[in-house]
């Protein structure tokens, strides 16, 4: 349908500026049985509390550097310093282990194993994407799993699924790849999806 004169102009700027970028950061991802038994685990919960925002399964992931809103040309400039890094490093050794909460909003489940080893690697994840010359915001590493979001009126199902966690030992998993992931957060009504732009394996377990 063609525009009038003089009007939505504003929009199409803004969809064209849209396109023109992606949302990106840089993960690990558990393996298929490591997610099925923290589903299992959820499973109460999941019935408890419908009304909470849950994230897909195969969303599922634990953010090492959050890159945030990026020109779509400058992503490909990640690809071979990531690859590289995953190509010099093992695999981790990791678990999911209990739950918690950030401001009674955000749902997640704690990693456990080789936590030195996660900080390094995100560490050498950031000096990369530095050295690649991409602002992004550098918060310290929280090691988390996010699960679900709750609404807004909502302010008690999160801790309360939280403390239904707490028990919750997961069995050790090897990281094996390392993702570069676009998400389309902000982008329409629906919930976030993520999709991978490049995995790389790492060298070993």
Not at 96 to 110: E, I, N
Not at 114 to 134: F, N, P, Q, S
Not at 162 to 188: E, I, K, Q
Request: hydrophobic content about 45%; charged content about 25%.
């Amino acid at each position: 349908m063609a525009e009038a004169p003089g009007q939505g102009t504003e929009s199409g700027d803004g969809e064209r500026a849209r396109a023109a970028t992606v949302r990106v950061f840089v993960a690990l991802a558990p393996p298929d049985e490591a997610k099925d038994e923290l589903a299992r685990a959820l499973a109460p919960a999941y019935a408890a509390y419908p009304r909470m925002r849950w994230n897909r399964i195969e969303d599922w992931h634990i953010t090492l550097a959050f890159l945030g809103e990026l020109p779509v040309a400058t992503v490909p400039l990640l690809r071979p310093p990531l690859a590289d890094v995953a190509a010099g490093r093992r695999a981790l050794e990791l678990a999911l282990r209990g739950g918690g909460h950030f401001d009674d909003r955000v749902l997640w489940s704690g990693i456990d194993g080789d936590l030195d080893g996660l900080h390094a690697l995100a560490g050498e994840v950031r000096t990369v994407v530095k050295e690649c010359g991409i602002p992004f915001e550098d918060r310290p590493l929280r090691p988390h799993l996010t699960l679900a979001r709750a609404r807004r009126d909502d302010p008690a199902s999160v801790p309360a699924a939280a403390d239904g966690l707490a028990g919750f030992t997961g069995r050790r998993w090897p990281a094996a790849r390392l993702h570069l992931v676009a998400s389309d957060y902000g982008r329409g009504p629906g919930p976030i999806r993520y999709r991978d732009i490049e995995a790389w394996s790492f060298a070993r377990r």
